[in-house]
């Protein structure tokens, strides 16, 4: 994997089952974090280009979970369901991703926050249970360049919203 520029778009590596999706986002950790941890931040930028996000319901605790509805530009709405598994602020969060609890093709995420300079490092790492689901998600859902848009709208937002409303 290369290194990304603080504007760069974000950098993708992949393994038999393993997606992972880097970007330096010209932020520090602490915000990176929080956009990630807020369910008033994560509606506002969560998902690929042209979704939206709709929360049905949000406790951001290990154990909790969030359940939402994303939206696309196409009008099909995708059920989904993460439950966080590790949180440790504001250096990592691990997840459970699937369409509902229980969903026995749910994929595991890890998301680190280093610091890069004044800026934050974030790591995508996604497991999937086998590589014919990696494959599905890369070539049905194109789980890579969602994954690049995902973290490309989180980064616009914390460099615009985010930080803004922190320096006022």
């Known amino acids: 994997m290369s290194a990304t520029g ?3 778009a974000a950098q993708s590596a992949r393994t038999d089952r ?15 974090f929080e956009a990630f941890t807020e369910v008033r931040h994560l509606s506002q930028w969560w998902g690929p280009e042209g979704f939206s996000t709709t929360t049905r319901s949000f406790e951001f605790r290990v154990g909790g979970e969030w359940d939402f509805v994303m939206h696309g530009p196409d009008g099909t709405d995708y059920q989904e369901w993460i439950s966080w598994t590790e949180i440790v602020p504001p250096e990592r969060i691990a997840m459970l991703h699937g369409e509902s609890r229980g969903d026995p093709n749910a994929f595991e995420s890890v998301l680190t926050f280093a610091p890069d300079g004044a800026a934050t490092r974030i790591e995508m790492r996604t497991v999937f249970p086998t590589k014919e689901l990696c494959d599905e998600a890369v070539e049905k859902y194109h789980a890579i360049e969602a994954g690049q848009q995902t973290l ?7 460099t615009g919203t985010v930080r803004k409303g922190a320096e006022d």
């Open 6 to 8: 603080r504007g760069a």
């Open 18 to 32: 393993e997606i992972v999706i880097s970007r330096v986002i010209d932020a520090a950790p602490e915000l990176v």
């Open 152 to 158: 490309g709208n989180l980064a616009a937002y914390v």
